[in-house]
Protein backbone atom coordinates (compact mmCIF):
# COMPACT_ATOMS: atom_id res chain seq x y z
CA UNK A 1 0.00 0.00 0.00
CA UNK A 2 3.06 2.65 0.66
CA UNK A 3 4.49 1.92 -2.68
CA UNK A 4 0.86 2.69 -4.42
CA UNK A 5 0.40 5.93 -2.58
CA UNK A 6 4.24 7.00 -3.21
CA UNK A 7 3.45 6.64 -6.69
CA UNK A 8 0.74 8.34 -6.74
CA UNK A 9 2.37 11.24 -4.62
CA UNK A 10 5.36 11.35 -7.31
CA UNK A 11 2.59 12.04 -10.13
CA UNK A 12 0.55 14.54 -7.84
CA UNK A 13 4.12 16.14 -7.54
CA UNK A 14 3.24 19.50 -8.89
CA UNK A 15 0.49 20.27 -6.87
CA UNK A 16 1.64 18.77 -3.51
CA UNK A 17 3.96 22.23 -3.35
CA UNK A 18 1.06 24.30 -3.07
CA UNK A 19 -1.46 24.99 -0.12
CA UNK A 20 -3.07 23.93 1.57
CA UNK A 21 -1.57 20.06 1.26
CA UNK A 22 2.10 21.27 0.73
CA UNK A 23 2.91 20.65 4.56
CA UNK A 24 0.62 17.48 4.78
CA UNK A 25 2.86 14.25 4.58
CA UNK A 26 1.09 10.94 4.61
CA UNK A 27 3.76 9.19 5.57
CA UNK A 28 4.51 11.41 8.89
CA UNK A 29 2.99 8.81 11.62
CA UNK A 30 5.09 5.83 10.28
CA UNK A 31 8.07 7.74 10.52
CA UNK A 32 7.87 9.36 13.73
CA UNK A 33 6.46 6.06 14.93
CA UNK A 34 9.72 3.82 13.38
CA UNK A 35 11.90 6.92 15.61
CA UNK A 36 9.97 6.30 18.68
CA UNK A 37 10.53 2.59 18.99
CA UNK A 38 13.83 3.05 18.06
CA UNK A 39 14.61 4.93 21.26
CA UNK A 40 17.10 2.18 22.66
CA UNK A 41 19.47 2.36 19.61
CA UNK A 42 19.09 5.74 19.61
CA UNK A 43 20.54 6.12 22.95
CA UNK A 44 22.98 3.78 23.07
CA UNK A 45 24.57 5.68 19.48
CA UNK A 46 24.23 9.38 21.41
CA UNK A 47 25.60 7.94 24.81
CA UNK A 48 28.82 6.13 23.01
CA UNK A 49 29.27 9.47 20.68
CA UNK A 50 28.82 11.83 23.09
CA UNK A 51 31.22 9.54 25.76
CA UNK A 52 33.89 9.48 22.28
CA UNK A 53 33.81 13.63 21.83
CA UNK A 54 35.19 13.56 25.27
CA UNK A 55 38.41 12.23 24.22
CA UNK A 56 38.60 12.74 20.76
CA UNK A 57 41.03 15.48 20.77
CA UNK A 58 43.50 12.68 22.20
CA UNK A 59 42.48 10.08 19.42
CA UNK A 60 45.42 9.45 17.13
CA UNK A 61 45.15 8.68 13.84
CA UNK A 62 44.53 4.81 14.18
CA UNK A 63 41.98 5.43 16.69
CA UNK A 64 40.17 8.17 14.60
CA UNK A 65 40.34 5.57 11.64
CA UNK A 66 38.84 3.21 13.51
CA UNK A 67 36.04 5.12 14.99
CA UNK A 68 35.43 6.13 11.39
CA UNK A 69 34.39 2.63 10.26
CA UNK A 70 32.57 2.16 13.18
CA UNK A 71 30.01 5.30 12.91
CA UNK A 72 30.15 4.35 9.15
CA UNK A 73 28.89 0.87 9.48
CA UNK A 74 26.13 2.06 11.94
CA UNK A 75 25.06 4.49 9.01
CA UNK A 76 25.33 1.64 6.37
CA UNK A 77 22.94 -1.19 8.33
CA UNK A 78 20.72 2.05 9.78
CA UNK A 79 19.42 1.83 6.07
CA UNK A 80 17.64 -1.22 7.28
CA UNK A 81 15.08 0.40 8.72
CA UNK A 82 12.87 1.37 5.90
CA UNK A 83 9.22 1.36 5.82
CA UNK A 84 8.90 0.69 2.21
CA UNK A 85 11.34 -2.28 2.24
CA UNK A 86 9.05 -3.66 5.67
CA UNK A 87 5.91 -2.51 3.98
CA UNK A 88 4.91 -0.79 7.05
CA UNK A 89 5.51 -3.49 9.62
CA UNK A 90 7.93 -2.60 12.74
CA UNK A 91 11.16 -1.72 10.92
CA UNK A 92 12.88 -0.17 13.74
CA UNK A 93 16.36 -0.66 15.11
CA UNK A 94 15.31 -1.99 18.53
CA UNK A 95 19.05 -2.82 20.32
CA UNK A 96 22.07 -1.10 19.87
CA UNK A 97 23.76 -0.72 16.90
CA UNK A 98 27.52 -1.12 17.92
CA UNK A 99 27.24 -4.35 19.66
CA UNK A 100 26.88 -6.40 16.34
CA UNK A 101 29.18 -4.74 14.29
CA UNK A 102 31.60 -7.05 14.22
CA UNK A 103 29.65 -10.04 13.29
CA UNK A 104 28.18 -8.06 10.49
CA UNK A 105 31.50 -7.34 8.42
CA UNK A 106 31.44 -10.49 6.48
CA UNK A 107 27.80 -9.14 4.78
CA UNK A 108 29.88 -6.33 3.59
CA UNK A 109 30.52 -7.86 -0.11
CA UNK A 110 32.71 -4.51 -1.10
CA UNK A 111 34.23 -2.90 1.85
CA UNK A 112 36.06 0.58 0.62
CA UNK A 113 36.15 2.44 4.24
CA UNK A 114 39.74 2.59 3.72
CA UNK A 115 39.72 4.79 0.55
CA UNK A 116 37.45 7.05 2.45
CA UNK A 117 39.98 6.75 5.07
CA UNK A 118 42.66 8.42 2.55
CA UNK A 119 40.79 10.62 0.98
CA UNK A 120 39.24 12.68 3.77
CA UNK A 121 42.92 12.38 5.79
CA UNK A 122 44.92 13.30 2.32
CA UNK A 123 41.92 16.42 1.52
CA UNK A 124 42.46 18.10 5.15
CA UNK A 125 46.28 17.63 4.58
CA UNK A 126 45.96 20.42 1.31
CA UNK A 127 43.27 22.43 2.99
CA UNK A 128 44.04 25.71 3.30
CA UNK A 129 42.11 28.68 5.50
CA UNK A 130 40.45 29.20 1.71
CA UNK A 131 39.12 25.92 1.34
CA UNK A 132 37.06 24.10 3.88
CA UNK A 133 36.58 20.14 3.43
CA UNK A 134 33.07 19.88 2.02
CA UNK A 135 31.25 16.73 2.71
CA UNK A 136 27.58 15.62 1.73
CA UNK A 137 25.19 12.93 2.37
CA UNK A 138 22.72 12.28 0.27
CA UNK A 139 19.94 10.70 2.73
CA UNK A 140 17.56 8.34 2.68
CA UNK A 141 15.39 6.89 5.37
CA UNK A 142 14.19 8.69 8.26
CA UNK A 143 13.90 7.72 11.65
CA UNK A 144 16.92 5.67 13.33
CA UNK A 145 18.88 5.58 9.66
CA UNK A 146 18.85 9.91 9.92
CA UNK A 147 20.37 9.77 13.50
CA UNK A 148 23.46 7.61 12.66
CA UNK A 149 23.76 9.70 9.55
CA UNK A 150 23.61 12.60 11.51
CA UNK A 151 25.99 10.92 13.98
CA UNK A 152 28.59 10.35 11.43
CA UNK A 153 28.36 14.34 10.58
CA UNK A 154 28.77 15.47 14.10
CA UNK A 155 32.18 13.20 13.67
CA UNK A 156 33.89 14.59 10.75
CA UNK A 157 33.37 17.91 12.14
CA UNK A 158 34.57 17.09 15.94
CA UNK A 159 37.18 15.21 14.29
CA UNK A 160 38.20 18.08 12.00
CA UNK A 161 38.11 15.64 9.33
CA UNK A 162 35.58 18.35 7.33
CA UNK A 163 34.76 21.95 7.72
CA UNK A 164 30.93 21.79 6.77
CA UNK A 165 28.67 18.78 5.96
CA UNK A 166 25.76 19.19 3.28
CA UNK A 167 22.83 17.35 3.66
CA UNK A 168 20.72 16.72 0.24
CA UNK A 169 16.86 15.21 1.31
CA UNK A 170 13.66 15.01 -0.48
CA UNK A 171 11.85 18.23 -1.52
CA UNK A 172 8.75 16.81 -1.39
CA UNK A 173 7.36 13.08 0.39
CA UNK A 174 7.97 10.81 -1.65
CA UNK A 175 8.64 7.32 -1.01
CA UNK A 176 7.38 6.30 2.44
CA UNK A 177 9.81 6.73 4.36
CA UNK A 178 12.50 9.35 2.76
CA UNK A 179 13.72 12.07 4.58
CA UNK A 180 12.09 15.47 4.37
CA UNK A 181 13.41 19.03 5.36
CA UNK A 182 10.70 18.37 7.91
CA UNK A 183 11.68 14.99 9.01
CA UNK A 184 15.56 15.81 9.41
CA UNK A 185 13.96 19.01 11.63
CA UNK A 186 11.96 17.46 13.73
CA UNK A 187 14.54 14.83 14.53
CA UNK A 188 16.89 17.52 15.48
CA UNK A 189 14.18 18.99 17.62
CA UNK A 190 12.48 15.63 19.24
CA UNK A 191 16.68 14.93 20.27
CA UNK A 192 17.24 18.30 22.02
CA UNK A 193 13.92 18.08 23.93
CA UNK A 194 14.39 14.35 25.00
CA UNK A 195 14.59 13.57 28.88
CA UNK A 196 17.81 11.33 28.14
CA UNK A 197 20.78 13.91 28.47
CA UNK A 198 22.77 12.25 25.38
CA UNK A 199 19.93 12.47 22.94
CA UNK A 200 19.48 16.27 24.31
CA UNK A 201 23.50 17.04 23.87
CA UNK A 202 23.58 15.76 20.42
CA UNK A 203 20.41 17.49 19.92
CA UNK A 204 21.41 20.81 20.95
CA UNK A 205 24.82 20.58 19.08
CA UNK A 206 23.28 19.73 15.73
CA UNK A 207 20.55 22.78 16.73
CA UNK A 208 23.97 25.12 16.46
CA UNK A 209 25.85 23.16 13.72
CA UNK A 210 22.85 24.33 11.56
CA UNK A 211 22.69 27.75 13.03
CA UNK A 212 26.51 28.78 12.63
CA UNK A 213 25.91 27.20 8.93
CA UNK A 214 28.67 24.18 9.18
CA UNK A 215 25.89 21.89 8.68
CA UNK A 216 23.28 22.99 5.89
CA UNK A 217 20.09 21.11 4.16
CA UNK A 218 19.39 21.17 0.42
CA UNK A 219 16.73 19.93 -1.02
CA UNK A 220 15.83 19.68 -4.72
CA UNK A 221 13.21 18.46 -6.95
CA UNK A 222 15.93 16.12 -9.05
CA UNK A 223 15.76 13.85 -6.15
CA UNK A 224 12.43 12.70 -7.06
CA UNK A 225 12.25 12.93 -10.64
CA UNK A 226 12.28 9.62 -12.61
CA UNK A 227 16.06 10.32 -14.06
CA UNK A 228 19.17 7.71 -13.20
CA UNK A 229 22.03 10.27 -11.77
CA UNK A 230 23.93 9.95 -15.29
CA UNK A 231 21.50 12.29 -16.70
CA UNK A 232 22.24 15.38 -13.80
CA UNK A 233 24.31 17.52 -15.45
CA UNK A 234 21.87 17.71 -18.32
CA UNK A 235 18.61 17.89 -16.03
CA UNK A 236 19.52 19.63 -13.24
CA UNK A 237 23.01 21.43 -13.87
CA UNK A 238 22.67 23.64 -10.50
CA UNK A 239 22.62 20.78 -8.75
CA UNK A 240 25.63 18.96 -9.99
CA UNK A 241 27.38 22.09 -10.32
CA UNK A 242 26.51 22.25 -6.63
CA UNK A 243 27.93 18.42 -5.74
CA UNK A 244 31.15 19.00 -7.70
CA UNK A 245 32.26 21.72 -5.03
CA UNK A 246 32.31 18.37 -2.62
CA UNK A 247 35.34 16.75 -1.23
CA UNK A 248 33.05 13.41 -1.01
CA UNK A 249 29.46 12.87 -1.37
CA UNK A 250 28.04 10.13 0.16
CA UNK A 251 24.98 8.21 -1.33
CA UNK A 252 22.65 6.55 1.46
CA UNK A 253 20.37 3.56 0.26
CA UNK A 254 19.28 1.64 -2.07
CA UNK A 255 16.70 3.65 -4.48
CA UNK A 256 19.98 6.03 -5.04
CA UNK A 257 22.38 3.22 -5.82
CA UNK A 258 19.87 2.24 -8.18
CA UNK A 259 19.82 5.53 -9.56
CA UNK A 260 23.79 5.57 -9.27
CA UNK A 261 24.08 2.30 -11.64
CA UNK A 262 20.68 2.96 -14.23
CA UNK A 263 18.73 0.24 -12.02
CA UNK A 264 20.38 -2.68 -14.63
CA UNK A 265 20.63 -6.45 -14.28
CA UNK A 266 24.50 -5.81 -14.58
CA UNK A 267 26.87 -8.50 -14.33
CA UNK A 268 27.83 -8.93 -10.66
CA UNK A 269 31.53 -8.25 -11.80
CA UNK A 270 31.01 -4.89 -13.66
CA UNK A 271 33.35 -1.67 -12.41
CA UNK A 272 31.04 0.49 -10.20
CA UNK A 273 32.88 3.12 -11.80
CA UNK A 274 31.72 1.72 -15.23
CA UNK A 275 27.87 1.69 -13.64
CA UNK A 276 27.68 4.94 -13.09
CA UNK A 277 27.94 5.96 -16.41
CA UNK A 278 30.41 9.05 -16.44
CA UNK A 279 28.51 10.47 -13.18
CA UNK A 280 31.51 12.04 -11.45
CA UNK A 281 30.83 15.22 -10.02
CA UNK A 282 32.83 14.46 -7.17
CA UNK A 283 34.86 11.59 -5.62
CA UNK A 284 31.34 9.39 -4.09
CA UNK A 285 30.78 6.10 -1.80
CA UNK A 286 27.24 4.38 -2.21
CA UNK A 287 26.21 3.11 1.56
CA UNK A 288 23.87 0.90 0.71
CA UNK A 289 21.99 -2.46 2.44
CA UNK A 290 21.06 -5.16 -0.79
CA UNK A 291 17.57 -4.98 -1.21
CA UNK A 292 16.84 -4.61 -4.93
CA UNK A 293 18.06 -6.75 -7.79
CA UNK A 294 21.38 -5.00 -8.91
CA UNK A 295 24.80 -4.68 -7.94
CA UNK A 296 27.94 -3.86 -9.27
CA UNK A 297 31.74 -4.51 -8.32
CA UNK A 298 32.08 -8.02 -6.93
CA UNK A 299 34.90 -10.44 -7.71
CA UNK A 300 34.68 -12.87 -9.66
CA UNK A 301 32.59 -16.09 -8.15
CA UNK A 302 31.38 -13.97 -5.09
CA UNK A 303 27.63 -13.37 -6.30
CA UNK A 304 26.78 -16.63 -7.35
CA UNK A 305 28.27 -18.55 -4.41
CA UNK A 306 25.97 -16.79 -2.05
CA UNK A 307 22.90 -17.17 -4.94
CA UNK A 308 23.71 -20.90 -4.42
CA UNK A 309 22.89 -21.01 -0.76
CA UNK A 310 20.58 -18.09 0.05
CA UNK A 311 18.58 -16.95 -3.63
CA UNK A 312 16.74 -13.90 -1.63
CA UNK A 313 20.35 -12.66 -0.91
CA UNK A 314 20.00 -9.65 -3.12
CA UNK A 315 16.26 -8.57 -1.91
CA UNK A 316 16.87 -9.32 1.72
CA UNK A 317 18.35 -6.53 3.15
CA UNK A 318 20.96 -8.80 5.20
CA UNK A 319 23.82 -7.88 2.89
CA UNK A 320 25.55 -4.18 2.35
CA UNK A 321 28.30 -2.90 0.46
CA UNK A 322 30.46 0.50 0.94
CA UNK A 323 31.77 1.46 -3.01
CA UNK A 324 33.82 4.09 -3.84
CA UNK A 325 34.71 5.90 -7.05
CA UNK A 326 37.40 8.15 -7.35
CA UNK A 327 36.08 11.56 -9.77
CA UNK A 328 37.67 11.85 -13.04
Not at 131 to 154: H, K, M, P, T, Y
Not at 229 to 247: C, G, I
Request: aromatic letters at 12%.
Amino acid sequence: MENVVSVLIYICSPSILSPPIDNFDVFKEGKAQNFFESQEAVIALCTYFQELLKNIKDLDEKQLQEELFKLLQVSLWGNKCDLSFSAGEDSSQKSSPLQSLESLIPYILVNDTEKLWSLLVNAKKRNTEKSNVRFDIILDNAGFELVSDLVLADFLLSSKLADEVHFHGKSIPWYVSDTTKHDFNWTVKQLQSANHMWMSRCGINWEGNLKKGVWVYHDHMFWTLPHDFSSMAEVAPDLYADLQKSNLLLFKGDLNYRKLTGDRKWEYTVPFHQALNKFHPAPLCSLRTLKSDTVVGLKPGQGEHIQASEPEWMVSGKYGVVQFDAAL
